[in-house]
């Protein structure tokens, strides 16, 4: 069982930043992949960034250049850091972690851009 707990979120200006963090409980957190998600009211869940086990990564479209994911092992936590963030970046956004047969999300952190 692999709990997450998301943090950082809140309200920004156009071209503001944050940082997210995720938190994860258990040992198998190393192994894991990590990603973050966002959704808006009426629409699917979609992939924001993802890192493998390794650090490798990737990212959606609309975010590459602006956002990095990172994580820290020996803090079990994953971060992703928010940077030029557009009105169009507002949402929920969940953590996620992928290993073996557990699909674990967060409760979510919401994220607002807005003057």
């Known amino acids: 069982q692999v709990q997450l707990v998301e943090s950082g979120g809140g309200l920004v200006q156009p071209g503001g930043s944050l940082r997210l963090s995720c938190a994860a409980s258990?040992?198998?957190?190393?192994?894991?992949?990590m990603g973050w998600y966002r959704q808006v009211p009426g629409k699917e869940r979609e992939l924001v960034a993802a890192i493998s086990s390794g650090d490798s990564t990737n990212y959606a479209n609309s975010v590459k250049g602006r956002f990095t994911i990172s994580r820290d092992n020996a803090k079990n936590t994953v971060y992703l850091q928010m940077n030029s963030l557009k009105p169009e970046d507002t949402a929920v956004y969940y953590c996620n972690a992928k290993l073996w047969g557990i699909n674990a999300w967060g409760q979510g952190t919401q994220v607002n851009v807005s003057s």
């Open positions: 258990g040992s198998i957190f190393s192994l894991a992949a």
